[in-house]
């Protein structure tokens, strides 16, 4: 483990606690303590909650016709359980291994599984959390395949070798009775036929088994004969097998496309022999081979012809076609093309019992990411409308926010929007798969997850009581042109794939104002409306954030250094927002670097709006003297001021949507303030060329110390620029160079704003024919956090880490509140904006924005993750916020929602009525009394690890800080006085896409991405934790296995309908005998009586044990009862016969006996 690259960043991934050596350090509390703290940590537990979105990495699937719940199996030994819209349920083995099959015991309430790694496991599904009641794992033989008969309790078991072991399920014990390959397949064969792929007993005849071994032999065995009755040979392999439903015929497919059909009692040569793919040739010769037919059903109706269901099969000359079912109905053959490659299928039918007409009226298709479910009783084959979440992945999640306890008319309105962007052409039947019941929702609040995506799209989720829905679906990529092939592609972009992927987004529920930030630095700001709307001209500003540097190239190495002319860093309109007409080095030349360019080119043409959200104003970070815009790190939007704030590892920026004008942009080192202790003078250790080039080395030292400073958590999805082969030795070499940066001294005071221009400027975008710089995404932490970094390399690029809107003192000596802006940077330095506001109404559209930077108001170890403020009682604090309104409604309307708008915060209101500050870095928390500034209260939550997420969250009717740590703990402080409340070892972070998505919400909620098609849900709130089985749903439902069909009178008179087995007297102990010890172990599961015992034992204690034992007697009472009652019932049988004989010889004489 100590050579993998992953430790440098993750050094306190094995740490055992990384908080339990860290001690609070309160500061100098005031002795009258007026807080009242009610958090204990009693009010905390952590488990997990529920799981969405698709199974990862699909292996197998099993349908239960009574119960009507869908069980799918993962490669990773993960179950998901379905049922009705609402009903999820996710277990996993503890092995890891592959699921291979899955076999419902129907109607019963149990699964049984068989894995990768030789074991097979019984679930029982009658408790809202299944658990795993026996497992048997064999030790010397592989397992290929698993066949359990419908009301049966004996699971037959083929293997690699061959042969056929039988399981009673019950107990989960081996029965003596073995088939083995050698006596089953013809004693002349030479060779072995390979591993069991099919095991299936006839439909009529329970004591026949039709056994399909890989190399083409099927044979047909007579259970209690224990011989092959018939051995059916083809040349080809064989994939899978299926019944006719009157068990005088079955049908193989095999691996060149074929499908062969044969009588059972004419095993010399197949009945018939089709290529339903393969072109038939004229001569009469054998059509040409096809890819092997993975899988075949064939399923019969009363009314019509047989329906015959199969995967795979295509001719090889379709080439890059996708995977297709076909299913053949009489005459008409329909090829039904799939998204993703075929895992596993299942023909849905009216009847569970295989020796009646099956009806099917629906195929359940497992694809490698999505689940489609085509009803076969509507012409054209429709699908059926999917109500799972299972879309989550329709393109890669890039970040996800989790927002509890929303107004209540949000999620009605998200609907309202986004039941138009459903599509048409569905089935207009019900799901198929409808069993269980949903839970008792005893969580009352709504809650709702946002997903931004690589696709540019933000979905919008409904994520109440515990169950997930998709509300509405935004695709921002819409805003910008697209380019309609590679040959087309700008050269200004930054990033070769997923140019519009979201990095960051900002929300705010109550004015429904929501802004995003994308990989190619740009940053949209949009309005909800419930009316659509043609936008002829997008609104753009375009913003130059810049670090000059000091060290420009020149010709001469040693030459002196030529200074860039100063650009206009903050333009206040559109229209100003042009290429400087000054000549600034290198510019001039039509080969020259690129400059004033952004990364995408938002759409000339009109754009139509449909309800819902609608873009406001596009903001794009251009280029600068051939140096790519940095990407943004952090975001916030205030509805009640009207402003956008957002900044990187140049500064920040804030941006006025109301009057489209950029009112500052600034360096993170002019925050600091002249006197201020903290302020950091970036300087260089000597002096270093600049390269030229078109990305001008963004990926040398000074993108390399970003990323050294940079949490995960910081730049939500970063990207890092990447050389091809060629430049690799270069870029070692420039790589260990250092540059210095004179930041350019803009005025800190707002501009006067003018109206955006309502023509679109045209945008000359440069264009070169090779580009060796590529961006690639980072999905490995590489980047060091070890204590050796200089200070040099880490303050030559501190970015903005994190923002936060408030009331409150701007500076020490002032004695009522303000709106203000806290700014937190990678390098823990606070920093207080003061905002100047216009009055509302047309003054605020007409007079500027002020801002005032206000210096350093803390400083912390680690960066800044979060920021809060509370009032003197301890509550928090919400940044203010502007009432929804429709932006498009009748100005009557914009009228009842501007008088609606709460008043600002009273400006008189007197120092002594303290706010406390709540700041937490990737290190440290701390409390700051304001306006004096004085720490309170500090607590160092790690030493040895770093925080990868934070928030404050309200819980129980107050307020704490949870925090989530590479090294996998999540831990809550108090507030004010950062008590540690809880501290868990959860989750080890393993992978980018869980530091990526991890976020905490209100009242003891929080989510994460598990796997790139999973969230998984979890909860830190006791309250929650003892009411999850009440709101868990249920799976099994009692219902009534429907009656067996119908012998008839012939049948029952003459014979000919199903025979009946007694597998009890073939495969009990006392007929077959006891199977070898060696050859499977039985493992006890932990829902079975002997692993209640162990956890008794360890964990329970003496009232548990008791508790047990008394279950037992009760199962032993009652089995006694079972017996007696058995025993009164043969003892009144024997009576009856015993009657009858007397009767029956009672006149009759000695010699007539």
């Given at each position: ?35 009242q ?20 990495q699909?292996?197998?699937m099993?349908f ?22 609402g ?11 592959a ?40 030790n ?38 073995v ?11 030479k ?9 299936s007993?006839?439909?009529m005849?329970?004591?026949?088994l039709?056994i ?14 224990k ?17 006719h439903h009157?068990?005088k ?33 004229k ?32 001719s ?6 996708r ?14 093309e ?11 039918c ?24 085509i009803?076969?009783?509507?012409i054209?084959?429709?699908?059926f ?26 999620i ?9 962007q ?37 979905k ?8 997930l829905?998709?509300?509405?679906k ?10 309609r ?27 429904r104002?929501l ?10 700001v ?5 009316q ?18 000091s060290d ?16 206009p ?16 080095t ?15 080119q938002?759409?000339s ?64 080192s ?9 302020q950091?003078?970036?300087r260089?250790p ?12 963004s ?8 990323d050294?400073?940079k ?7 970063s ?16 790589s ?61 690029r ?6 936060y809107?408030?009331?409150?003192f ?73 009432p ?41 928390a ?98 929650t ?22 012998r008839?009178f ?13 597998r ?13 010890r060696?050859?499977?172990q ?7 009586m ?9 964990v329970v ?53």
């Amino acid at each position: 483990m100590k050579k993998f690259n992953i430790r440098k960043v993750l050094d306190g991934l094995t740490a055992v606690s990384s908080s339990s050596s860290a001690t609070a350090q309160p500061g100098t509390p005031r002795e009258n303590d007026v807080v009242q703290e009610t958090l204990q940590s009693e009010h905390f537990q952590l488990c997990k909650t529920v799981r969405h979105g698709f199974p990862y990495q699909p292996s197998s699937m099993a349908f239960d016709p009574v119960q009507k719940i869908l069980a799918i199996g993962t490669q990773t030994g993960a179950l998901r359980l379905f049922g009705r819209a609402g009903v999820e349920c996710y277990c996993q083995h503890e092995s890891g291994a592959a699921v291979i099959q899955l076999q419902f015991l129907i109607n019963e309430g149990a699964l049984v599984s068989a894995l990768a790694d030789d074991s097979i496991h019984l679930w029982n599904l009658r408790q809202k959390i299944p658990a795993i009641l026996h497992s048997l794992k064999f030790n010397r033989e592989r397992i290929t395949y698993c066949h359990l008969p419908f009301q049966s309790k004996w699971l037959y078991i083929g293997t690699e070798r061959g042969n056929i072991h039988i399981v009673n399920v019950e107990s989960f014990t081996l029965s003596g009775y073995v088939i083995m390959w050698n006596k089953a397949i013809e004693l002349s064969t030479k060779t072995h036929p390979g591993p069991v792929v099919h095991i299936s007993d006839n439909p009529m005849d329970e004591g026949k088994l039709l056994i399909g071994f890989e190399c083409g032999v099927v044979v047909l065995w007579d259970l209690k004969c224990k011989k092959a009755d018939y051995r059916y040979n083809y040349d080809e392999a064989i994939h899978s097998v299926a019944w006719h439903h009157e068990g005088k015929q079955f049908v193989c497919s095999h691996s060149d496309g074929t499908l062969t059909t044969w009588n059972v009692r004419a095993p010399a040569k197949p009945a018939q022999i089709i290529t339903p793919h393969g072109k038939q040739p004229k001569d009469g010769k054998k059509p040409e081979p096809c890819k092997p037919i993975l899988k075949v059903e064939y399923k019969t109706t009363r009314a019509g012809d047989p329906f015959m269901v199969l995967s795979g099969g295509l001719s090889y000359d379709t080439v890059g076609r996708r995977a297709c079912l076909t299913v053949m109905h009489g005459k008409s053959t329909a090829v039904l093309e799939m998204d993703y490659p075929i895992v596993d299928f299942l023909t849905l039918c009216e009847t569970p019992y295989p020796n009646d007409f099956q009806e099917p009226y629906a195929v359940v298709v497992l694809l490698e990411k999505d689940l489609v479910v085509i009803d076969l009783g509507q012409i054209g084959y429709p699908i059926f409308e999917n109500p799972y979440p299972l879309t989550i992945h329709e393109s890669p999640v890039t970040c996800c926010e989790y927002f509890a306890d929303c107004p209540a008319e949000l999620i009605p309105a998200l609907y309202s929007v986004g039941s138009r962007q459903k599509r048409q052409g569905y089935s207009k039947k019900e799901w198929p798969v409808s069993g269980g019941n949903w839970g008792q929702n005893t969580q009352s609040y709504p809650e709702i997850i946002i997903t931004g995506h690589a696709d540019g799209s933000i979905k919008f989720w409904d994520a109440s009581a515990l169950m997930l829905q998709v509300l509405y679906k935004l695709k921002t990529a819409k805003v910008f042109e697209r380019a309609r092939g590679k040959e087309e592609k700008p050269s200004t972009d930054i990033v070769d794939e997923d140019p519009f992927a979201i990095q960051t987004l900002s929300w705010c529920p109550e004015s429904r104002m929501l802004c995003v930030a994308g990989v190619s630095a740009h940053v949209i700001v949009y309005r909800f409306s419930k009316q659509e709307i043609t936008t002829e001209v997008v609104q753009l500003l375009e913003v130059r954030m810049q670090c000059e540097f000091s060290d420009v190239d020149s010709p001469d190495p040693g030459g002196d250094q030529t200074p860039t002319l100063p650009t206009p860093g903050a333009s206040s309109s559109p229209q100003e927002s042009e290429p400087p007409t000054q000549p600034s080095t290198g510019s001039n030349s039509s080969d020259g670097p690129r400059d004033n360019i952004p990364c995408l080119q938002v759409r000339s043409s009109p754009l139509k709006q449909s309800p819902g959200y609608q873009v406001e104003l596009v903001i794009q970070l251009v280029w600068v003297s051939g140096e790519p815009p940095q990407q943004i790190t952090s975001l916030a939007i205030n509805s009640s001021y009207g402003l956008v704030v957002f900044g990187n590892s140049n500064g920040l920026a804030v941006v006025d949507y109301l009057q489209k004008t950029l009112l500052l942009n600034m360096g993170t080192s002019e925050l600091y303030s002249p006197s201020d202790p903290y302020q950091r003078q970036p300087r260089s250790p000597r002096k270093a060329r600049q390269p030229s080039g078109a990305l001008c080395d963004s990926n040398d030292g000074s993108n390399t110390s970003e990323d050294r400073c940079k949490s995960p958590t910081s730049a939500k999805m970063s990207r890092k620029i990447s050389s091809s082969s060629e430049q690799k030795p270069d870029q070692e070499k420039r790589s260990q160079r250092w540059r210095s940066f004179t930041c350019k001294k803009r005025p800190c005071c707002g501009t006067e704003g003018k109206p955006a221009a309502k023509t679109s400027q045209k945008r000359v975008l440069c264009r070169t024919k090779s580009d060796p710089n590529s961006y690639a995404k980072d999905n490995s932490f590489t980047r060091s956090r070890s204590s050796s970094v200089t200070s040099i390399d880490r303050e030559s690029r501190e970015a903005i880490s994190s923002f936060y809107f408030c009331e409150s003192f701007p500076r020490k000596a002032d004695s009522v509140i303000s709106p203000c802006l806290l700014v937190g940077t990678t390098q823990g330095s606070v920093m207080m904006v003061a905002l100047s506001l216009p009055p509302g109404g047309d003054q605020r559209l007409q007079q500027p924005v002020g801002i005032a930077s206000c210096g350093t108001m803390a400083q912390l170890k680690g960066g800044i993750l979060t920021m809060g403020l509370l009032d003197a009682a301890g509550t928090l604090l919400p940044p203010s916020y502007e009432p929804w309104y429709d932006p498009n409604a009748s100005d009557e309307e914009k009228e009842k929602g501007r008088r609606r708008r709460p008043a600002s915060p009273p400006s008189s209101q007197e120092g002594q009525d303290a706010q406390f500050a709540v700041l937490c870095s990737e290190k440290q928390a701390k409390v700051v009394a304001m306006p004096s500034q004085t720490r309170l209260y500090k607590h160092n939550i790690t030493e040895t690890s770093f925080v990868l997420r934070a928030d404050i969250v309200q819980m129980a009717g107050t307020n704490c800080i949870t925090c989530f740590c590479a090294n996998g703990h999540i831990m809550t402080l108090s507030l004010p006085s950062l008590r540690p409340l809880l501290d868990v070892n959860y989750l080890p972070l393993t992978d980018m896409r869980i530091a990526r998505t991890f976020c905490f919400s209100n009242l003891g909620q929080a989510l994460y991405l598990t796997s790139p098609t999973e969230f998984q849900r979890i909860t830190y709130s006791q309250e929650t934790c003892d009411n999850l089985q009440e709101m868990l749903s249920e799976l099994f439902t009692p219902v009534e296995t429907p009656e067996a069909p119908n012998r008839g009178f012939f049948k029952g008179l003459f014979g000919g309908g199903a025979q009946s087995l007694d597998r009890e007297d073939l495969f009990g102990e006392t007929a077959a005998g006891k199977a070898s010890r060696s050859l499977a172990q039985h493992i006890p599961g932990p829902g079975s009586m002997e692993g209640m015992k162990g956890a008794a034992s360890g964990v329970v204690g003496d009232l548990a044990r008791a508790r047990i034992a008394l279950d037992e007697r009760g199962q032993k009472l009652g089995e006694l009862e079972e017996r007696t009652a058995a025993m009164m019932a043969s003892a009144e049988s024997f009576s009856k016969h015993a009657h009858d004989m007397m009767l029956k010889y009672k006149d009759k004489k000695w010699y007539q006996l």
